[in-house]
């Protein structure tokens, strides 16, 4: 009983401060003048913007990378599903800690030179978030021109590391399995730097943090959960 009453306060505490987090960025841009509002308009320089591919037109890659390995996690591979969540909630927290601490430029918003043509084609998944924003009354708040400054570190990355290293950790997984879900972990977070959903340094953060928090913080925070 104890250690859902502690997975539950964990992801009510990465959710909350998530949702919190993205209004207070929100709302300390919309207060600058207009000067310094501007400059959160323009995307910091990345190495890696210039050399990879413009995938701006398939963004939603990603998201059904990230969606499946959920799937996958809850319903076909649901192994200590408790302490993932519960080890998810922290790792969201943490994360809204660096984004409300440190709010980048959005790096969505690309003034190429000369212009060129992207796509405007949307997933399934992207309009269905959409209308799930719209129904909640969170568009005002996730979708005006100053939006998504939640970017250190990735949030689709911390999601599919983890459950990549849930996966080694708890399952008894051949050297293919284990190659091709970190294969496709890496072909995932390429894909969020081309498609510009992210600066490289927010990639680089999660896999940093998410192994780190796996190796060393999780085994010691949650020893108990891992037992039942």
Known sequence: MLHHVYTLVSVLLGIISTWAGQRLVTRRIHEMDTEQRNRYKIPLYDELHQHLPD???????????????QVFA???????????????????????????????????IIIPDPPIRISTNRSSFIVLKEWIENLL???RVLRTGLNHHDLI????????????????LYLPLTRSMMVLIWGVAIFMSLSIISSRNHYTIDVLVSWLFVTFFYSSVAPRLFPWLILV
């Open 55 to 69: 995938t701006r037109g398939y963004r939603w890659v990603a998201d059904y990378i990230n969606v499946a390995y």
């Open 74 to 108: 809850v319903f076909i591979l649901p192994i200590h599903l408790h302490v993932l969540v519960a080890t998810l909630g922290l790792q969201y927290t943490c994360r809204a800690a660096c984004f409300c601490c440190t709010p980048l430029p959005n790096c969505r």
């Open 137 to 139: 009354r969170l568009e």
């Open 153 to 168: 570190f990735s949030g689709h990355c911390t999601m599919t590391l983890s459950i990549c290293c849930h996966w080694s």
